[in-house]
């Protein structure tokens, strides 16, 4: 079974940047399409973005629109998630995940997060 690991979070203050990565441990993702995911303490999972492997369709959250950005490496085997303009609202452990159905249905296996602390 294809493990996706995300990694590249950290602390920041309010309106600062970070990108994510989700790299897949073979050599695919194991699905046509990987989203990301996010849930803060005591909060439900919540979608953040999703992309097609090929990087022709993406969707995001309501939350992230017009801040954030998905995009695909194929070569690389990797997704990545720009976050610009980031509120402490957007603190939370992020995920990816392959997608079983487009775009906020993920196949259910989860890997390690990252966590994203921004401060006011």
């Known amino acids: 079974q294809v493990q996706l690991v995300a990694s590249g979070g950290g602390s920041v203050q309010a309106g600062g940047s970070l990108r994510l990565s989700c790299a897949a441990s073979?050599?695919?993702?194991?699905?046509?399409?990987v989203g990301w995911f996010r849930q803060a303490p005591g909060k439900t999972r919540e979608f953040v973005a999703a992309?097609?492997?090929?990087?022709?369709?993406?969707s995001y959250g309501d939350s992230v629109k017009g801040r954030f950005t998905i995009s695909s490496d194929n070569a690389k085997n990797t997704v990545y998630l720009q976050m610009n303009n980031l509120e402490p609202e957007d603190t939370a452990a992020y995920y990816c995940?392959?997608?079983?159905?487009?775009?906020?249905?993920?196949?259910?296996?989860w890997g390690q997060g990252t966590q994203v602390t921004v401060s006011s």
């Open positions: 995940a392959a997608l079983a159905h487009w775009p906020k249905t993920p196949t259910g296996s």
């Open positions: 073979g050599r695919t993702f194991g699905s046509s399409a």
């Open positions: 992309t097609s492997v090929s990087g022709g369709v993406t």
